[in-house]
């Protein structure tokens, strides 16, 4: 196990926050690591990454229903089985 400095200071989110700039994320002491980990959080909370997968190709509206109505049936499936 590494031993920490004499100096450590424990490293919280919001040492690591940039005000103004929602997913902007800051090294703090060198643990890029950790902002890593903090970016790729934030990033797929704010769904950024579905979006931009989603418009990699254009859907037309109907084919979008039918996938939601597609997606519904199955959950709906899934939790009935989960019932029994």
Do not use: C, H, W
């Not at 929602?22 to 579905?50: C, H, P, Q």
């Amino acid at each position: 196990m590494q031993e920490k400095p004499k100096n450590y200071k424990r490293i919280r989110k919001e040492d690591m926050e940039i005000p103004g700039n929602s997913l902007a994320v800051k090294v703090v002491n060198g643990n890029i690591e950790l902002a890593l980990k903090t970016f790729k959080r934030k990033i797929k909370d704010s769904g950024k990454m579905e979006e931009v997968k989603a418009r990699k190709e254009y859907l037309k509206p109907s084919a979008i229903k039918r996938k939601q109505k597609a997606d519904a049936i199955r959950a709906e499936y899934r939790r009935r089985q989960f019932e029994n």
